[in-house]
């Protein structure tokens, strides 16, 4: 749905599409997604509001006004169509901002693959094969790497930061001074050929068993944000 049109469906309460025929629009919800540099106005005589709709040739930046007129003995409206002229600037934004999320699900061809400096934030790799992978210095922010195999890559500065790894093979993986603050990492698997050297822990959910097996091996200090490795993993006293 188009942001105008969830803007006037929230306004209103009813199906934009509905709405547009039923209140004599020039032309309907769906012709005027279809039309980007035409205006649709509509005038809902019953509550004597304007609604305005504009799709601009941005493409997904929809630009929606929701006026109102002659409204002083209808507070009530006045307040939801103020309300809804809220949502849509706050939806427009997002639509502005938002980028396509790569998608890498189930994809067996990945091994060896170079992801290096690349923004991943959100990417998903769930039961991706990417063994060998290089994600050297790479923003995998709110990642989903459910399940993937991570056997020997080379994540080296990465930030995954409230990423989604359960059940994610990092053996034999190098992991030095990566971010995996607030990461679900329960269920994923590491040994002793996997290189925790700097890697920041803190907030992480892992498995307490797995925990302590990291805490064999770990050293270091995080040059991002200055983590002891060991501290981040709650680990005791040498």
């Avoid at 992991?175 to 679900?184: A, I, K, P, T």
């Amino acid at each position: 749905m188009m942001v105008g049109q969830a803007a006037a469906a929230f306004a209103f309460g009813h199906d934009v599409s509905t709405w547009a025929a039923a209140s004599g629009c020039e032309f309907g919800a769906r012709e005027l997604a279809q039309r980007p540099t035409q205006r649709g106005r509509c005038v809902r005589m019953g509550a004597r509001a304007r609604c305005s709709l504009e799709k601009s040739q941005a493409g997904p930046n929809a630009v929606a006004e929701v006026h109102t007129r002659q409204m002083s003995q209808s507070p009530i409206l006045r307040g939801v169509v103020k309300t809804a002229a809220a949502a849509v600037l706050v939806m427009a934004a997002a639509a502005a901002n938002a980028g396509e999320v790569a998608n890498y699900d189930h994809n067996q061809s990945l091994m060896g693959a170079d992801f290096a400096n690349q923004d991943l934030t959100g990417a998903i790799f769930t039961k991706a094969n990417c063994q060998g992978a290089g994600f050297r210095n790479a923003v995998l922010r709110n990642a989903n790497i459910e399940d993937a195999n991570m056997i020997e890559a080379k994540l080296d500065g990465a930030d995954l930061r409230n990423a989604f790894a359960t059940k994610t093979k990092f053996s034999r993986a190098s992991l030095r001074n990566v971010l995996f603050e607030g990461s679900n990492l329960v269920g994923a698997s590491f040994d002793r050929g996997t290189d925790i050297t700097g890697a920041d822990f803190s907030d992480a959910l892992l498995d307490t068993f797995m925990a302590k097996k990291l805490c064999q091996i770990a050293q270091g200090v995080n040059e991002t944000t200055g983590v002891d490795t060991r501290e981040s993993l709650m680990c005791p006293p040498l």
